[in-house]
């Protein structure tokens, strides 16, 4: 991969191989159907026509939502408070639908803009913003399922390059890579 480069006016450019682009749009595809919005009242997905007082009465007949069972999902939907279920679950009712649906939209911004086979990559401010919360969510879930933790290089020099994690080390280490280039790019 060429490394993110500033472009005059805002934004970043870069360029990607096809296999590169190719594990972009596997692991952002993952995440999308992680946080895919539930049907359900009050739910909608991004772009739909907003009826603020149908999502209302949706939310008020539901129970609080319970932090979800999956460890990649409860990240990426955190609890806003770890000590108190009632007020975590009251907090989620409220929020859990946007926070979802943003994280779907930002995905879905950088599958949009992610060339299919490779190749040059022009992002405005905004894509790239988009890219940078949709390559964060990708490095959670495959922190997660890795079990990083802040030894993250001591985790990765303990294993051998023919263990079946090794790749995967190697892929969360890339997309860090990836995350850092832009963000320099932006800064």
């Not at 190697?170 to 963000?183: D, F, P, T």
């Amino acid at each position: 991969m060429e490394p993110f480069r500033s472009v005059r006016g805002g934004g970043a450019r870069a360029s990607l191989a096809p296999a590169e682009a190719s594990l972009l749009r596997s692991l952002v595809g993952q995440v999308i159907a992680l946080v895919e919005p539930a049907d359900g009242p009050g739910l909608r997905m991004p772009g739909e026509p907003r009826d603020e007082l149908a999502d209302l009465e949706g939310l008020l007949k539901q129970p609080p939502p319970q932090t979800p069972e999956d460890p990649v999902l409860a990240r990426l939907l955190p609890d806003a408070y770890r000590d108190d279920p009632d007020a975590a679950g009251e907090f989620r009712k409220y929020t859990e639908t946007s926070l979802r649906s943003a994280k779907h939209e930002a995905a879905q911004e950088m599958l949009d803009t992610l060339p299919e086979d490779g190749g040059r990559v022009q992002l405005t401010q905004d894509q790239a913003l988009a890219w940078l919360k949709a390559l964060n969510d990708v490095r959670l879930a495959l922190g997660v399922r890795l079990g990083v933790t802040e030894d993250f290089e001591q985790q990765w020099s303990k294993l051998k390059p023919d263990d079946p994690q090794w790749s995967a080390y190697e892929v969360y280490a890339w997309l860090g890579a990836v995350q850092e280039s832009l963000v320099q790019a932006l800064s």
